[in-house]
C-alpha cells in the first residue's frame, strides 16, 4: 500500500487575499506541538540565558504599566520553576524572548516561517522575489489566569498563536496617527523605548479584539500596539516574528527624523512626501555604508575611536 506524507501546515494565513499592512485572524497547527508544552517549556526556561527570561505577578498589572519596567516592579516572590510548575495558581506571568537562539527552537521557528515566507514575500508591496523574512524570532508567553500584558509596541511584525487558553487581545492600527503619532513613532523607533507609547481608555473604541483559543491566532502587522488579558486558565502562546526590507525602510526613516529633531531640524513626517523619503532613506544607507568601511578599515581599528 503507498503511503502518502502530508506536511503539517503550521499557519494557515487567511483565506481570501492576504494583505500585509490589515490585521487578520489566522488559524494554526502548533497546540500539540511537543515543544510547546509545559514540561518543554520549563526544561527550556531552565537552560536560557536569564537575560532572555522575565517573569512576574501578572494578575495586579494594570495595561497602563509600562513594559519595560513591569517585572521589577511586580516581582512575584517566586523561583522561575516555582512559577512554572504552579501556573494555575501563581498569578503570574513569564516571558521566554528570542527563544530561536536555543537550536531546537530556532527550527520550529524556521519551519513555521519557511511554509508561508513566499506567499508573504509575494503579497508585501515593496518587496520582490529573492527577499526574505529577516532577522526571524520566537517569543513564548506563559501566564497564569487574569494576568495581563500591559499596552505597548512590538519592534517586529508578528503571528501571535494561542497553544494552550484563552486570551483576549485589543490591537490597533500603527498607521492610525491618532493611535501612534508621529511624535510617539520617532521616539519608539528612533530611541528604541516605550516612553511615549502610553495607553488612552479614549481610543479603546478604536481597537480590534481577537478572542483566542487554541489553535487561533492573529496575524499583527508591524508595530500594531496591544494589551493582553489572559482567561480563566493557563494560557501559553507562541509569537513568531520576522522584519523585512519594507519594515527596515520605516524604522530607518524614523530614525533620520529622530535624529534630525534632536538636532533641531523639523523633519517631513514619514509618509508625507516620497522624494524627500527617498533621500533621506538613501542618506541613511550611504551613512551606514560609511561606517561600515571605517570599521573594516584596519587603520581605524588600530585608533582610539575602535
Ligand atoms: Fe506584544
Known amino acids: 500500500m503507498k503511503t502518502v506524507m502530508t506536511q503539517q501546515t503550521w499557519i494557515q494565513l487567511p483565506e481570501k487575499r ?9 488559524q494554526h497547527g502548533l497546540s500539540n506541538h511537543p515543544l510547546l508544552q509545559m514540561d518543554e517549556l520549563l526544561n ?29 516592579r511586580f516581582s512575584n516572590g517566586m523561583t522561575l520553576a516555582d512559577t512554572m510548575k504552579h501556573m494555575d495558581t501563581a498569578g503570574s506571568y513569564v516571558f521566554l524572548g528570542q527563544v530561536q537562539t536555543d537550536p531546537v527552537y530556532k527550527a520550529l521557528v524556521d519551519e513555521v516561517l519557511d511554509q508561508i515566507e513566499p506567499m508573504i514575500i509575494a503579497q508585501t508591496p515593496g518587496l520582490k522575489k529573492g527577499n526574505r523574512l529577516e532577522r526571524r524570532e520566537g517569543w513564548i508567553f506563559i501566564s497564569s489566569p487574569g494576568a495581563v500584558t500591559p499596552y505597548h509596541r512590538d ?32 521616539t519608539f523607533h528612533g530611541a528604541h523605548t516605550l516612553k511615549a507609547t502610553i495607553y488612552r481608555p479614549e481610543l479603546e473604541a478604536k481597537a480590534r479584539i481577537f478572542e483566542l483559543r487554541a489553535g487561533d491566532g492573529a496575524y499583527m502587522p508591524y508595530t500594531n500596539p496591544h494589551w493582553v488579558k489572559n482567561g480563566d486558565e493557563v494560557s501559553i502562546s507562541l509569537s513568531v516574528t520576522y522584519h523585512t526590507a519594507v ?3 520605516i524604522r530607518n526613516l524614523y530614525r533620520v527624523n529622530h535624529t534630525l529633531r534632536n538636532k533641531g531640524y523639523q523633519p517631513e513626517v514619514v509618509g508625507r512626501s516620497p522624494m524627500l523619503d527617498a533621500l533621506k532613506y538613501a542618506s541613511y544607507e550611504s551613512f551606514k555604508r560609511a561606517k561600515r568601511l571605517l570599521k ?4 581605524y581599528r588600530t585608533t582610539a575611536y575602535t
Open 44 to 72: 527550556l526556561a531552565l537552560r536560557m540565558p536569564a537575560d532572555q527570561v522575565r517573569f512576574y505577578s501578572g494578575s495586579q498589572v494594570p495595561i497602563t504599566q509600562s513594559l519595560e519596567t513591569v517585572a521589577e
Open 18 to 26: 492576504f494583505e500585509s499592512e490589515e490585521l487578520a485572524p489566522v
Open 155 to 186: 519592534h517586529e511584525t508578528n503571528f501571535l498563536c494561542q497553544v494552550r487558553g484563552k486570551k483576549t487581545v485589543h490591537v490597533w492600527d500603527a498607521r492610525d496617527r491618532e493611535v501612534c503619532s508621529e511624535s510617539e513613532n520617532e
Open 247 to 249: 519594515t527596515d525602510r
Open 296 to 299: 573594516d578599515d584596519p587603520h
